[in-house]
């Protein structure tokens, strides 16, 4: 069974920046694409940004696009999420999903961004 695991959140101020880490095991990591997702508090689950298995295609949401950089380490079994610019906007619990449909998910790790 795929596991997942974020590391890397924090308190930065705005305009800082921060790296999440994804570990994944549990299978074939480097079969299937990833995404990050974000819920901040009171609001619904939304996409940030998405991976290919291979690291060749990556997508971004609107909202994160020129600011954030996903990218994958299939050797290492690891997905990054490079935050920079970041806005109390930002703030939110993030989280990792891995598969065709986004099937397997992390447990999350906490955003908050400080004015």
């Known amino acids: 069974q795929a596991q997942l695991v974020e590391s890397g959140g924090g308190l930065v101020q705005a305009g800082g920046s921060l790296r999440l880490s994804c570990t994944y095991s549990?299978?074939?990591?480097?079969?299937?694409?990833m995404g990050w997702f974000r819920q901040a508090l009171g609001k619904e689950r939304e996409f940030v940004s998405g991976?290919?298995?291979?690291?060749?295609?990556?997508t971004y949401a609107d909202s994160v696009k020129g600011r954030f950089t996903i990218s994958r380490d299939n050797a290492k079994n690891t997905l990054y999420l490079q935050m920079t610019s970041l806005k109390p906007e930002d703030t939110a619990i993030y989280y990792c999903a891995a598969g065709s449909n986004y099937q397997y998910w992390g447990q999350g790790t906490q955003v908050t961004v400080s004015s």
């Open positions: 549990g299978g074939t990591f480097s079969t299937y694409a």
């Open positions: 991976i290919n298995w291979s690291g060749r295609s990556t």
